[in-house]
């Protein structure tokens, strides 16, 4: 039984200690951020997923590690990290401002309907969970070594627009 | 980007791609092309020529039209195609390679040709792939060219993005 609490003890600090490992890694990409979107294109951004099949796409890191030096290794890892990072930390960005302005707008309508709020929270917070989660696993692997995860970031990219679109309709309607 | 051109910016466009940017060979060589019609202090494009013919408004809207066009192609360019532009274009500006190198890594002049308006994942992703496409050039110097290579070679860290001076350490 002991080794059983040392094991879920064990397991909860190595989770934390990701989780702060991810978060300082967004810290320092956010500080080096230098091209904010423009306000027409933000959802344009998530919605065109060109650039996002680029910063995980095969060839690029089949070609830097043709290549063989590891200090080009190295800044391409880190290079697609940051891109990575930024993407899904714009991404986040986005979630709080749409649920902000919903939240903002759900405060002055007269006819909320408990059930569909209920399921935009519930769209948000996996949203919200999947981004984390994202940031998680760039920020340990990189996005280089994750195929997979761009499917996974892609279906953030249209989560977020189809939530943008579903607030908007139900503040629509609240407003009709 | 697919904005829809009214006709007579259609018309400048189409004058442009085909008695200007067709002659130039690749997309990275007609970007900065492009770029330098741009005046960097008001960020408005001028061509004697497609004025001369279509207004300055058209055509100053089509060679916008056209900037982002290119940028968006060169910036979704696989790493390999673009260090092999890169280098094509290094090769043709008859600078010794490793100033070319040096200067294009420490003072980021690419920066320049990135449009005005234009998704911020992109233009990050294309002064990324530059960084990168420098770097493998820079490695495949002859050892005898790279005679002061340290650690160093690889690009110096961005300007902060406050400064508007670029980073000399």
């Known amino acids: 039984m ?20 991810a978060v300082g890694d967004g810290r320092r990409v956010r500080a ?30 089949e070609f830097v590690a043709a290549c063989r030096n590891p200090e080009l290794l190295e800044l391409f890892a880190q290079e697609r990290k940051e891109l990575a990072l930024r993407w899904v930390s714009r991404r986040r960005q986005q979630m709080i401002a749409i649920m902000r302005d919903h939240m903002r707008a759900a405060r002055s309508s007269a006819d909320l309907e408990l059930s569909s709020e209920t399921s935009l929270l519930f769209t948000y917070g996996r949203l919200r969970l999947t981004c984390e989660a994202l940031a998680l696993c760039i920020a340990l692997f990189g996005p280089h070594r994750l195929h997979a995860v761009a499917a996974q970031a892609k279906s953030v990219a249209s989560g977020v ?16 | ?19 200007t940017l067709a ?40 060679i916008e039209y056209a900037h982002a066009e290119t940028f968006r192609a060169v910036a979704l360019l696989p790493l390999q195609q673009l260090t ?5 274009y290094m ?48 490695h495949r110097l002859p050892p005898a060219q790279e005679q002061d290579r340290q650690p160093g070679a690889l690009p110096p860290p961005s300007p902060d993005p ?8």
């Not at chain 2, 002064?127 to 820079?138: D, G, H, P, T």
Request: with cysteine; glycine share 4%; net charge neutral.
């Open chain 1, 32 to 61: 080096g951020v230098q091209f904010e979107a423009e306000d027409d294109s933000v959802l344009a951004d998530s919605a065109r997923p060109a650039a996002l099949q680029r910063i995980f796409a095969r060839d690029d890191a």
């Open chain 2, 84 to 88: 092999d532009e890169l280098e094509k």
């Open chain 2, 91 to 138: 090769r043709a500006s008859r600078e010794n390679p490793l100033a070319f190198l040096k200067a294009w890594q420490r003072l980021e002049p690419y920066r320049v040709a990135i449009p005005m308006r234009v998704e911020a994942t992109l233009a990050e992703l294309f002064v990324s792939n530059i960084k990168l496409a420098l770097a493998v050039l820079r």
């Open chain 2, 1 to 19: 980007m697919h904005r829809v051109l009214n006709a007579e910016v259609q018309h400048a466009y189409d004058d442009l791609c085909s008695r």
């Open chain 1, 2 to 21: 002991p080794a059983l609490f040392i094991a879920i003890a064990v397991s909860l600090f190595l989770i934390l200690a990701l989780f702060l490992r």
């Open chain 2, 162 to 169: 406050q400064s508007p001076l670029p980073s000399h350490n």
């Open chain 1, 161 to 176: 627009r189809s939530l943008h679109d579903s607030m908007a309709s139900r503040r629509g309607l609240g407003s009709a």
């Open chain 2, 23 to 62: 002659r130039i060979p690749s997309s990275l060589e007609r970007l900065i092309h492009i770029a330098s019609t741009r005046d960097y202090n008001s960020g408005v494009y001028h061509h004697e020529g497609l004025a001369s013919a279509f207004g300055a408004e058209a055509a100053g809207q089509a």
